[in-house]
C-alpha cells in the first residue's frame, strides 16, 4: 500500500473509531438517563429522608474516583456507569419531593427537565455538528469548577440565598462549557476514546445543570 | 439544613476539592490556548444558554 493510500486509510479507520465511540457514548446515555429517572422516580414514591441526598452523592463519587477507573476497560464496567447514574438518580428523590410540593412544582421541575433537554441538546448539537475544538476551554473550566466549589463549601455555613442562586448560574454556565468540551473531544479524538467515562462525563454535566436549574426555577417561580 | 447535612455536605465538598485539585493542575498546564475567534465560538452558545435559562425563569 502507497503512503497516500496508508494515510487515507488510517484517516477512514481513525473517523470510524470515532463516529462508533459517539454512537455508543449517546446510546448508553440514553439509556443511563432513563434509568437515572426510573431511580428517581422509585425514590420520590418510597418518600427517601434527605439524607438520601447525601449519601448517593457520596456513593455516586466513591464509585467514579476508586471504582470506575479500575473497570472501565472491563465489561463490568457498564455495571458501574449503571450503578453510579442509578444512585444519582435515587439521590434526587428528597430534592425532587420537596420542589413537588410546592403549588407550582410539577410544572418547575418539569420546566427544569425540558430545559436541561434543550440546553444538552443544543450545545452537543452545535459541538457535533460545528466540530469545533474546544479544548482550549479545558483550564477555564476546571478553574471555575474549583471556584464554585470553593463558594458553595462557604455558602453551607455563611447561608446567603443570593448567593446560593449566583453559584447555581455559575454551575449552569460551566456545565455547558463541558457538554461542549467534551463532545469536542470525542468529535476530535483528544484523549477521550473509552464510551463508559465519556458518558459518565457528560452524564454528571447533565445531572448539575438539572439540580441547578431546578434550584434557580425553584427559587425564582416558587411560593414564598 | 439540619448540622449533620451542613458538616456532611461540607466534608463531601472538601473531599471533591482534595480530589479533583491535582486534575485541575494538570488540565491547566495542558489546555491550549484559545484565539479570540475560537472563545467567541464558544461563549455565543453559552451566553444562548444563560438567555434560555432567563427565559425559562420568565415563564414560571
Known amino acids: 500500500m502507497s503512503t497516500p493510500e496508508l494515510v487515507r486509510t488510517r484517516a477512514i479507520e481513525s473517523t470510524l473509531a470515532t463516529n462508533k465511540l459517539i454512537r455508543n457514548t449517546y446510546t448508553l446515555l440514553s439509556m443511563t438517563l432513563l434509568f437515572s429517572a426510573l431511580t428517581a422516580g422509585v425514590s420520590v414514591w418510597l418518600r427517601m429522608p434527605p439524607m438520601t441526598y447525601l449519601l448517593g452523592l457520596g456513593g ?3 464509585l467514579i474516583w476508586l471504582v470506575l477507573p ?27 419531593s420537596v420542589y ?4 407550582n412544582g410539577p410544572q418547575i421541575v418539569g420546566m427544569a427537565f425540558a430545559g436541561t433537554g434543550v440546553i444538552f441538546l443544543g450545545l452537543s448539537g452545535y459541538a457535533l455538528t460545528t466540530r469545533k475544538d474546544f479544548s482550549f476551554m479545558g483550564g477555564f473550566l476546571i478553574t471555575g469548577f474549583l471556584v464554585v466549589l470553593m463558594a458553595a463549601l462557604a455558602n453551607i455555613f455563611l447561608q446567603i440565598p443570593a448567593l446560593a442562586l449566583a453559584i447555581s448560574a455559575a454551575v449552569i454556565f460551566i456545565m455547558s462549557g463541558f457538554i461542549l468540551y467534551d463532545t469536542s473531544r470525542m468529535v476530535h479524538d483528544r484523549g477521550e476514546t473509552n464510551y463508559l467515562l465519556a458518558t459518565i462525563s457528560i452524564y454528571l454535566s447533565i445531572f448539575n445543570i438539572f439540580v441547578h436549574l431546578l434550584h434557580i ?3 425564582m417561580g416558587g411560593d414564598d | 439544613m439540619e448540622l449533620w447535612m451542613k458538616i456532611g455536605s461540607a466534608i463531601l465538598l472538601v473531599i471533591m476539592l482534595i480530589v479533583i485539585f491535582p ?5 491547566i498546564a495542558e489546555s491550549p490556548k484559545g484565539s479570540a475567534k475560537e472563545w467567541l465560538s464558544a461563549l455565543i452558545p453559552l451566553a444562548l444558554v444563560a438567555a434560555f435559562v432567563v427565559l425559562l425563569v420568565m415563564m414560571v
Open chain 2, 23 to 27: 486534575r485541575a493542575r494538570q488540565m
Open chain 1, 60 to 62: 455516586a463519587f466513591l
Open chain 1, 217 to 219: 426555577l425553584g427559587v
Open chain 1, 70 to 96: 479500575r473497570t472501565a476497560n472491563s465489561a463490568s464496567g457498564l455495571g458501574v456507569v449503571f450503578a453510579i447514574t442509578g444512585l444519582l438518580g435515587f439521590s434526587l428523590g428528597p430534592l425532587l
Open chain 1, 100 to 103: 413537588l410540593s410546592l403549588a
